[in-house]
T-cell receptor
Framework: QKEVEQDPGPLSVPEGAIVSLNCTYS??????FMWYRQYSRKGPELLMYTYSSGNKEDGRFTAQVDKSSKYISLFIRDSQPSDSATYLC????????????FGKGTLLTVNP | IAGITQAPTSQILAAGRRMTLRCTQDMRHNAMYWYRQDLGLGLRLIHY???????GKGEVPDGYSVSRANTDDFPLTLASAVPSQTSVYFC??????????????FGPGTRLTVL
């Protein structure tokens, strides 16, 4: 089993839809969780960062972490064509065994 | 503030040639990284540097070398390029690699094609 699993999609939704993006992981040492957004032919940019189970909101974006289920989600409300990008989850196991592991990314297209 | 710059933006290279990809950051970050991104394989770490003067191997280091002579620059060298090194290369930096809350910031990437 891979340490981080992410459905590559592609996911296509109409403008205004609620989008749910998900990752599962197997390594209990992961403590910190991030979502990166990558536009076509650009570098990834940090979108959301969480370190505890529960929800974190930032505008139209909500990051959710369930450590007991080893499952993280990113919700996008009122999706816009400008949200069309690849979304990568990323996780850090901290301390002396520092390791940052990325999911392979989900390609999202929001159609106007 | 530019953040992270990479050069060249893209390059076509003959197999067997030597190539250095350049990366410069102006955020005074201690740590820097090189990744390659391939379809279906995601981002894979090639080499990293915790601080100037130190480097370490990542997941896929073979065929690549790095140096970190100062805080700002982290060049990646392909000594003798092979077609399997065709990829998009991203440089990244972070404040402190060993801090649990550390987050990485990425450059715009270099598209390299080895023929």
């Amino acid at each position: 089993q891979k340490e981080v699993e992410q459905d590559p999609g592609p996911l296509s939704v109409p403008e205004g839809a609620i989008v749910s993006l998900n990752c599962t992981y197997s390594n209990s040492a992961f403590q910190y969780f991030m979502w990166y957004r990558q536009y076509s032919r650009k570098g990834p940019e940090l979108l959301m960062y969480t370190y505890s189970s529960g929800n974190k909101e930032d505008g139209r974006f909500t990051a959710q972490v369930d450590k007991s289920s080893k499952y993280i989600s990113l919700f996008i409300r009122d999706s816009q064509p400008s949200d069309s990008a690849t979304y990568l989850c990323a996780m850090i196991s901290g301390g002396s065994n520092y390791k940052l592991t990325f999911g392979k990314g989900t390609l999202l297209t929001v159609n106007p | 503030i530019a953040g992270i710059t990479q050069a060249p933006t893209s390059q076509i290279l003959a197999a067997g040639r030597r190539m250095t990809l350049r990366c410069t950051q102006d955020m005074r970050h201690n740590a820097m990284y090189w990744y390659r991104q391939d379809l279906g394989l995601g981002l894979r770490l090639i080499h990293y540097s915790n601080t100037a003067g130190t480097t370490g191997k990542g997941e896929v280091p073979d065929g690549y070398s790095v140096s970190r002579a100062n805080t700002d620059d982290f060049p990646l060298t392909l000594a003798s390029a092979v077609p399997s090194q065709t990829s998009v290369y991203f440089c990244a930096s972070s404040s402190d690699r060993l801090a649990g809350t550390d987050t990485q910031y990425f450059g715009p990437g270099t598209r390299l094609t080895v023929l």
